[in-house]
Structure formats: structure tokens, C-alpha cells
């Protein structure tokens, strides 16, 4: 079955890159997503990747996709406080398939 | 650019009683899913209609029924409330078949659900 692992906790300073990384079992997911969730509010998609890219990168962000070993990454470059927030991978199929989400890693940005 | 609605925002119900979450898609787009975050959770999928029929099928309860009507809108009734429904219910919508980004999942804020 399908199961996505993320560690729990990141804490970093202002400033520093933060890195978030994600496992996932299922060799047959095409897509691969990051979502980012602040308290109490909803799920912001921050990007996405193929399976069959390596690294994707949007301004602040920078994904890499190890598919051999079923390890995704997020890089966040000169992490801001208000960056602090819960971070999801999630993985799907086909892009019209159910996620199946990590349990998210909780970011930490002290100032 | 428009995103996806969800009605109402919260909700307090109390054990026993019936519920009804409402989605409104984003413009255009045809599949629309539930998924379910208790506290501290991940997500988790419900259930997902694509042009009005139910496409998939998750972890959702015989106590819960859902469709999506021809506006492409979708409401989401929860019967005989129990104190473990307590959640934040999203609904995403996507567009199929037309390409990666559009296939993209888009998130509502969510209806936070407390059943007292």
C-alpha cells in the first residue's frame, strides 16, 4: 500500500535554508506535490514535480525527486519567519487520483 | 483568480445531529474531492466525483453521503454526528486531462466541524 513519511519537526533560523525531506513507497506515483498549511488555515500548493524530473525550481524553492530511492526534497533559500508552517508532500497517481499526504513537518523559523 | 469556495467556514453541531458541507470548484473544473484532517492530522481522503459520478472512494463513514450536481458543485452530508467527526473538511477541485497544471489539486479553506 501506499505510505509517505516525513519527519515530524525542522526548526532553522532566519536566513538559513531549510530542507524538508519526504519518503514514499508507491513506485507508480506520477506526481509528487508540496503543500504548505499555516495555522488553522487551508492547504496552499507550493509546487509540484513529475516523476520524471529530477529537480524543479520556483524562486525560493527548489525540489529534487530521487526516484531510485523514493526520496523527494523541498529547499526553502533564505527562510523567512513567515515561512513557518506545517509542510506536506503528498503523492497521487495520475493529477486526477486521490493524495495520499505525509503527516507533515512542522517548521520552525527563529528570528 | 478565483479559488474554491467552501460553506459554511465553521460549523458546531452536536452528537446525533446532521450536517451539510458545501463546495463550489474552481471555474471550469470538473472533479472535485473530500478530504477529512482531524487534529494534528494529515489529510485524508474521502471520496472524489468527476462529472457528477463518484469516481473514487476513501476511508468515508456509511453515516456520510456526498454528490456533485450538474453546476459541478458538491455538498457533503454527514448524518448521526459522533464527537470523532470533529475535523476541518477540505474540498479541492481540479480539471482532468488537460495537462499537469490544471490537473493540480487546488485546496478550499475548509469547514472546521466541531461536534459537541
Known amino acids: 500500500g501506499e505510505d509517505v513519511e516525513q519527519s515530524l519537526f525542522l526548526s532553522v533560523r532566519e536566513g538559513d535554508s531549510s530542507v524538508i525531506n519526504c519518503t514514499y513507497t508507491?513506485?507508480?506515483?506520477?506526481?509528487l506535490y508540496w503543500y504548505k498549511q499555516e495555522p488553522g488555515a487551508g492547504l496552499q500548493l507550493l509546487t509540484y514535480?513529475?516523476?520524471?524530473?529530477d529537480m524543479k525550481q520556483d524562486q525560493r524553492l527548489t525540489v529534487l525527486l530521487n526516484k531510485k530511492d523514493k526520496h523527494l526534497s523541498l529547499r526553502i533559500a533564505d527562510t523567512q519567519t513567515g515561512d513557518s508552517a506545517i509542510y506536506f508532500c503528498?503523492?497521487?497517481?495520475?493529477?486526477?487520483?486521490?493524495?495520499?499526504f505525509g503527516k507533515g513537518t512542522r517548521l520552525s523559523v527563529i528570528a | 483568480a478565483a479559488g474554491v469556495i467552501q460553506s459554511p467556514r465553521h460549523l458546531i453541531k452536536e452528537k446525533r445531529e446532521t450536517a451539510t458541507l458545501k463546495c463550489y470548484p474552481i471555474?471550469?473544473?470538473?472533479?472535485v474531492y473530500w478530504y477529512q484532517q482531524g487534529p494534528g492530522q494529515d489529510p485524508q481522503f474521502l471520496i472524489s466525483?468527476?462529472?457528477?459520478?463518484?469516481?473514487d472512494k476513501g476511508s468515508i463513514p456509511d453515516r456520510f453521503s456526498a454528490q456533485q450536481f450538474s453546476d459541478y458543485h458538491s455538498e457533503l452530508n454527514m448524518s448521526s454526528l459522533e464527537l470523532g467527526d470533529s475535523a476541518l473538511y477540505f474540498c479541492?477541485?481540479?480539471?482532468?486531462?488537460?495537462?499537469?497544471?490544471?490537473?493540480?489539486?487546488?485546496f478550499g479553506p475548509g469547514t472546521r466541524l466541531l461536534v459537541l
Open positions: 479541492a477541485s481540479s480539471s482532468q486531462g488537460q495537462g499537469a497544471n490544471q490537473e493540480t489539486q487546488y
Open positions: 508507491d513506485s507508480s506515483s506520477t506526481y
Open positions: 514535480i513529475f516523476s520524471n524530473m
Open positions: 503528498a503523492e497521487t497517481f495520475t493529477g486526477n487520483t486521490p493524495l495520499v
Open positions: 471555474p471550469r473544473h470538473d472533479t
Open positions: 466525483f468527476y462529472e457528477k459520478m463518484q469516481s
